[in-house]
Every structure is written in C-alpha cells, then in structure tokens.
C-alpha cells in the first residue's frame, strides 16, 4: 500500500491541524494505521494507533486530549486533528500501515510495514 501524508504546516501555539493521510494500492479497511513523528535530533516516536475497524485507539500520553484520530475506509484515508498544539508538537508527521489490524501488536515503528513520506507541523510559540 502507498500512502501519502498531508496537511502540515506552520501554526501558532493553540491552534490547530488535520492532517490527511490517503492511500492507494490497496484498500485500508483492514490495516491498521498509526501518526508517528520525528522531531531534529530524536527518534521517530508513536502519536497515536488506530485498528482496522476504527473502534480502538492507543495515544501517546503527550497527545492525549489534544489529538484526535479517525478514518474513512469508504475514502481509503485516515485523519489526525490537533488540536491545541505546542511548539513540542514541532515534527515531522508520518503516517504508516501494517496488515496487524490491531492496536496492540501496533505500538512501535517497527510494526509498520509501509509509511507515507511525511509532512511538516511547526508550531511557533
């Protein structure tokens, strides 16, 4: 499955983001799907998983509260809204895929098999 990743862009403090994250290839009705992001310097960390039904979720404690994921299997895309952004939130934003349909085998980078190419959220104090 391809999947590219969109939506990102400069923001101030507070404000907010969706990000899109579309695919092609292959239907995602049965992938499960995460956000990761990098920021300079760090490791690629986990933001949020979502199973191949929509109906579990696992958020990084940093982003809980603030970040909202969903998808649409109908439009093969997956979202992530942010909300309330810090400039912590200051990354690169993945999306990535795996046939794992559930959250629980899904919690670190190497369990996706396919990523999108990332988009940029700045988030200016």
């Known amino acids: 499955v391809q999947l590219q990743a969109f939506g990102g862009g400069l923001v101030q403090a507070g404000g907010s983001l969706r990000l899109s994250c579309a695919a092609s290839?292959?239907?995602?009705?049965?992938?499960?799907m995460g956000w990761f992001r990098q920021a300079p310097g760090k490791e690629r960390e986990l933001v949020v998983v979502?199973?191949?039904?929509?109906?579990?979720?696992y958020y990084a404690d940093s982003v809980k509260g603030r970040f909202t994921i969903s998808r649409d299997n109908a439009k093969n895309t997956v979202y992530l809204q942010m909300n309330s952004l810090k400039p912590e939130d200051t990354a690169v934003y993945y999306c990535?895929?795996?046939?794992?349909?559930?959250?629980?085998?899904?919690?670190?980078?190497?369990?996706?098999?396919?990523w999108g190419q990332g988009t940029q959220v700045t988030v200016s104090s």
């Open positions: 290839g292959r239907t995602l009705n049965s992938y499960g």
């Open positions: 990535a895929a795996d046939r794992v349909p559930y959250v629980d085998s899904l919690l670190t980078a190497g369990d996706f098999d396919s």
């Open positions: 979502i199973s191949y039904s929509g109906t579990s979720t």
